[in-house]
């Protein structure tokens, strides 16, 4: 993905609040196998999204991390909170299409909530495309993220 000067953003669909100010993305193989291990702690209001992926672990991770499920289309379906290093975690229900990781403690969503990206009028790319559907809520080039 090329370098921009704005990161991209997420945002609650419902109320335009952001969920992830600085959005890193993995979405080649190699990315979304190094995830966050041998990583520092990620900094508050940072996350990484690797997609298309329907289960992480933590094995080398060095921190807690909240870990939370995404759909194609974009809607939260499960979240697990403060899961530890050496865990393997699958969804319980549904198979997802992406996960997005923060540091525990983070995230402002629950199931069902529909997450969309700010892409600060720049383009987003193709593997980032299923989190721009238009849904009827606060619209992001307006409302508060």
């Known amino acids: ?58 094995m080398f991770v060095r921190f807690a991390i909240d870990v939370v499920f995404l759909s194609e289309e974009g809607i939260v379906t499960e979240v697990r909170r403060d899961v530890h290093p050496w865990r393997v975690v699958l969804p319980s229900g549904s198979a997802a299409h992406a996960v997005l990781e923060m540091s525990a403690g983070s995230p402002d969503v629950e199931p069902g909530t529909a997450i969309a990206i700010d892409s600060a009028g720049g383009t987003v790319p193709a593997q980032l495309r299923f989190l721009t559907g238009e849904r009827e809520a606060v619209s992001l080039e307006t409302g508060p993220c």
């Open 1 to 58: 993905m090329p370098r921009r000067d704005e990161p991209f953003r997420l945002c609650r669909v419902d109320t335009g609040t952001p969920v992830v100010d600085v959005l890193h993305v993995a979405s080649t193989f190699w990315s979304r196998f190094r995830g966050l291990q041998f990583r520092r702690p990620l900094p508050s209001g940072h996350g990484l999204l690797m997609v298309p992926c329907n289960s992480i672990h933590t």
